[in-house]
């Protein structure tokens, strides 16, 4: 059974910092692509960032957290991590972790939530001003 458990989330003042993890367990991890998703009270779901494995580990952000997050991948403690920095009141989020299989191969499927097979139940992150 495949399993993705997110940690590392909190309340933090707005110019702080928080690292989220993600451990998966129970399916091969180098192969997968990883992401990150959010999703703030009454919004969508939102892409927030990506190291895909068909790129050779490629990474991909959205716009609003360009240069200030940052995701990375550990193979050897199946783990991906996202690094957030300057931390904004509009970053506050239910952060999920993601993990695809394959995903398809058009423009930006990375961002696409339908492409991803497995979900953890995710971590909150409150940013206060």
């Known amino acids: 059974q495949v399993q993705l458990v997110e940690s590392g989330g909190g309340l933090v003042q707005a110019g702080g910092s928080l690292r989220l993890s993600c451990a998966v367990s129970g399916h091969s991890f180098s192969g997968e692509s990883m992401a990150w998703f959010r999703q703030a009270p009454g919004k969508e779901r939102e892409f927030v960032a990506s190291?895909?494995?068909?790129?050779?580990?490629?990474?991909y952000y959205a716009d609003s957290v360009k240069g200030r997050f940052t995701i990375s991948r550990d193979n050897a403690e199946n783990t991906v991590y996202l690094q957030m920095n300057s931390l904004k009141p509009e970053d506050t989020a239910v952060y999920y972790c993601?993990?695809?299989?394959?995903?398809?191969?058009?423009?930006?499927?990375?961002?696409?939530?339908?492409?991803?097979?497995?979900w953890g139940q995710g971590t909150r992150v409150t940013v206060s001003s």
């Open positions: 993601a993990a695809a299989d394959a995903l398809s191969y058009y423009p930006s499927s990375y961002s696409y939530a339908p492409e991803y097979d497995y």
């Open positions: 190291v895909n494995s068909w790129s050779d580990d490629s990474t």
